[in-house]
């Protein structure tokens, strides 16, 4: 049952691109470059790092192949330029890097809690101009984290830090874009 609840979250997780790459497309969206490129460097590393712990699901996998492609769309379709903070956020990648090198297990925690930092330009984005985000896409990848902790195995760093990680992400994102406060909202409950 567990590994289909894990086939299920690769499914959700790689359908989500669908919108969110038509979105790019129809240019409703510009991905944040820092973002995606943090999310399929370090995904890329937490897959190997899985990999060598006999940990991998599908959800990693969907992961892998998606923010891959989405690297590419956003350095055509996506914000121009790089901040410091982006350059930061790269930085803590490289170092997830070179700790797989030292233990997987570490290089899981290091890599996973530098996605989640690197989420923060996005978070922003999205924080500032949710409209700019593809709702669709982003219900598809929070849906597949559901199934994803399902399909958790064994409560171990190996196999449930990625998806716990995703699913705070994704949380963040769905009340980002479907329940946080707008300014309009908050001066209709002032009216008596």
Same mark, same amino acid.
């Given at each position: 049952?567990?590994?289909?609840?894990?086939?299920? /979250?690769?499914?959700?997780?790689?359908?989500?691109?669908?919108?969110?790459?038509?979105?790019?497309?129809?240019?409703?969206?510009?991905?944040?470059?820092?973002?995606?490129?943090?999310?399929?460097?370090?995904?890329?590393?937490?897959?190997?790092?899985?990999?060598?712990?006999?940990?991998?699901?599908?959800?990693?996998? /969907?992961?892998?192949?998606?923010?891959s492609t989405i690297v590419f769309l956003s350095l055509?379709?996506?914000?121009?330029?790089?901040?410091?903070?982006?350059?930061?956020?790269?930085?803590?990648?490289?170092?997830?890097?070179g700790l797989y090198f030292y233990s997987p297990l570490?290089?899981?925690?290091?890599?996973?809690?530098?996605?989640?930092?690197?989420?923060?330009?996005?978070?922003?984005?999205?924080?500032k101009n949710p409209e700019n985000e593809d709702r669709?896409?982003?219900?598809?990848?929070?849906?597949?984290?559901?199934?994803?902790?399902?399909?958790?195995?064994?409560?171990?760093?190996?196999? /449930?830090?990625?998806?716990?990680?995703?699913?705070?992400?994704?949380?963040?994102?769905?009340?980002?874009?479907?329940?946080?406060?707008?300014?309009?909202?908050?001066?209709?409950?002032?009216?008596?």
């Amino acid at each position: 049952m567990k590994e289909a609840f894990s086939v299920l /979250a690769g499914i959700l997780f790689i359908a989500a691109f669908i919108p969110y790459v038509r979105a790019i497309l129809r240019k409703e969206t510009r991905p944040a470059k820092a973002s995606w490129l943090i999310w399929a460097t370090l995904d890329t590393v937490t897959l190997v790092d899985m990999h060598a712990k006999h940990a991998v699901n599908g959800q990693i996998i /969907a992961a892998v192949l998606g923010a891959s492609t989405i690297v590419f769309l956003s350095l055509r379709f996506g914000e121009s330029g790089w901040t410091k903070l982006d350059k930061l956020y790269l930085g803590g990648a490289a170092v997830g890097i070179g700790l797989y090198f030292y233990s997987p297990l570490l290089s899981i925690a290091a890599s996973l809690f530098t996605v989640f930092i690197g989420s923060f330009p996005t978070f922003t984005r999205a924080w500032k101009n949710p409209e700019n985000e593809d709702r669709l896409a982003w219900s598809l990848w929070w849906l597949s984290c559901v199934a994803a902790l399902i399909a958790v195995p064994q409560w171990t760093i190996a196999d /449930a830090a990625q998806p716990l990680t995703f699913t705070v992400i994704e949380s963040v994102m769905v009340f980002i874009l479907f329940i946080k406060p707008t300014p309009n909202s908050q001066s209709k409950k002032e009216k008596p």
